[in-house]
């Protein structure tokens, strides 16, 4: 049995194995995919990837040693009921999100954009941008508030660089009082120019851009539809992406996918991987363009659409700087931002939330306010639990809250999405491993 990803030190300190003596089963949260040297075992608990060669994998049960190994690493257990077990663990984990310092804010410096994506969810809110006098009462509330050794800001919108005052006059006073802060950023890109890049360098203190490419260049101009007569606004965001990626800030291109769009993000794919390959800190994803009720534009069905995703993100991965998201090593005590404790949101006009995709409605309060809605952030916490949830794989690290809007029609595509991310990991973490063992060897 070879080791290729480690248990997570939370599930290795807190489950015990069960007696060698017993008689034990595959645990149902133990993922079996066959490769070149035998077969990969995944734990879906304690996020343990193992190599089991031709004739481990068809004799552990009947060879001692490897089965009292495979218990010690929870991949045999005993129980019938199983998710008990990851029910208790789950409470314990739970306690770590309690009262944390609140020390991660997403600043919305407007709502209002300079692009018109036909699929944005924001197109019918209101557009109003952050002005100067809220921009200084964000920064001096976030002082007020931080008692923390760092703070994270995330810049969203609406575009964020749409205004920028708004993100200099609060980066100055933070700056101004030493408070200790870096920042990230969901952009479209277009407004960056070099001067405004080592501002957000030297000042803003930002380390990653999030930039979203639907299609090659006439694709991407036609779905952007941005508000400028730019020919070509496809051809500055790439050399925009080329002066953040060489002043070091780590930019990651998000490809959204539908069925307009297949075979064109596989041209884009690859003009991205020969222009940006280069850089170490260039990341790229695909994700399946869907609204919150996870309907997929265009797709005749989710089978077509999920095979067209594994396909592009399956390349993006080999090429070594595919990321995917939402499958994490360390163990999840929450969702997301929205059942944080240490995160909020601060809309243009100063009002809090808990979600960066709510901006009407469901806030908790305002950096005018002294307290919170504590009655709305605990709905925020509330999870999905459903009678399928008992066999579901996935239940050992799934959080899916009942208020998030990408749930409202429950988990169904949810699950797809998720266990083709992790078939794909474990087979990425595999190639990584057998990279690994080559290079030692020589
Ligand atoms: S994906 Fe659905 S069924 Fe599975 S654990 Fe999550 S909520 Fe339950
Ligand atoms: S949309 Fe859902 S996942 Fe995203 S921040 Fe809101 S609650 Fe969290």
């Not at 290729?4 to 290795?12: E, G, M, Q, T, Y």
């Not at 969810?121 to 050794?149: F, G, P």
């Not at 009082?177 to 952009?187: E, L």
């Not at 605990?378 to 959080?399: A, H």
Request: proline letters at 2%; glycine letters at 4%; hydrophobic letters at 35%.
């Amino acid at each position: 049995m070879k080791i290729i990803c480690p248990s997570n030190d939370a599930v290795k300190r807190l489950i015990k194995p069960c007696d060698y003596h017993k008689d034990v089963h595959l645990s149902k949260y133990c993922l079996r995919i066959p490769c070149m040297e035998g077969e990969l075992f995944y734990n879906n608990l304690s996020h343990e990837l193992i190599l089991l060669d031709e004739e481990e994998k068809n004799n552990y049960l009947n060879n001692q040693k490897l089965k009292e190994e495979l218990i010690d690493h929870l991949f045999l257990v005993n129980e019938d009921d199983e998710t008990k077990r990851v029910n208790e663990f789950k409470n314990i984990i739970s306690l770590f999100n309690r009262k944390k310092d609140l020390n991660k804010f997403v600043i919305f410096p407007t709502t209002d954009c300079n692009a018109r994506c036909f699929y944005c969810y924001e197109l019918t809110r209101k557009r109003i941008h952050m002005n100067e006098e809220v921009a200084k009462d964000v920064a001096n509330y976030i002082i007020k508030k931080n008692n923390s050794n760092k703070i994270s800001i995330q810049w969203f919108g609406g575009e964020p660089l749409y205004n920028y005052k708004a993100i200099d006059i609060i980066s100055d006073i933070l700056n101004e009082k030493r408070i200790n802060f870096n920042s990230t950023m969901v952009s479209n890109g277009y407004l960056f120019d070099e001067e405004l890049i080592d501002k957000a360098v030297n000042k803003w203190h930002l380390e990653y851009v999030q930039i979203t490419i639907d299609g090659t260049e006439e694709l991407y101009n036609a779905t952007k539809a941005y508000i400028y007569k730019d020919p070509s606004p496809f051809k500055k965001i790439i050399n925009n992406m080329h002066l953040l990626l060489e002043k070091g800030i780590r930019v990651e291109a998000r490809l959204n996918m539908d069925n307009r769009n297949v075979d064109d993000l596989n041209i884009l794919s690859d003009q991205l991987l020969s222009e940006f390959g280069k850089y170490n800190n260039f990341t790229i994803y695909t994700r399946l363009l869907k609204d919150f009720g996870h309907k997929i534009h265009e797709f005749n069905s989710i089978k077509e659409a999920l095979d067209n995703y594994e396909k592009l993100q399956n390349k993006l991965l080999a090429s070594g700087h595919g990321q995917i998201h939402y499958v994490q090593k360390e163990y999840q005590y929450n969702q997301c931002m929205a059942d944080d404790d240490g995160s909020i949101t601060i809309l243009p006009d100063g009002r809090i939330g808990k979600c960066e995709h709510e901006s009407e409605e469901n806030l908790i309060g305002s950096i005018y306010d002294e307290s919170f809605d504590e009655e709305m952030i605990k709905s925020w916490k509330d999870s999905i639990y459903i009678e399928d949830c008992n066999n579901c794989f996935l239940y050992p690290n799934c959080i899916l809250l009942k208020k998030c809007a990408w749930n409202i029609d429950g988990c169904d595509m949810y699950r797809q999405e998720a266990l083709i991310n992790i078939k794909n990991k474990i087979l990425a973490e595999y190639n990584r491993y057998k990279k690994d063992s080559i290079l030692k060897e020589l």
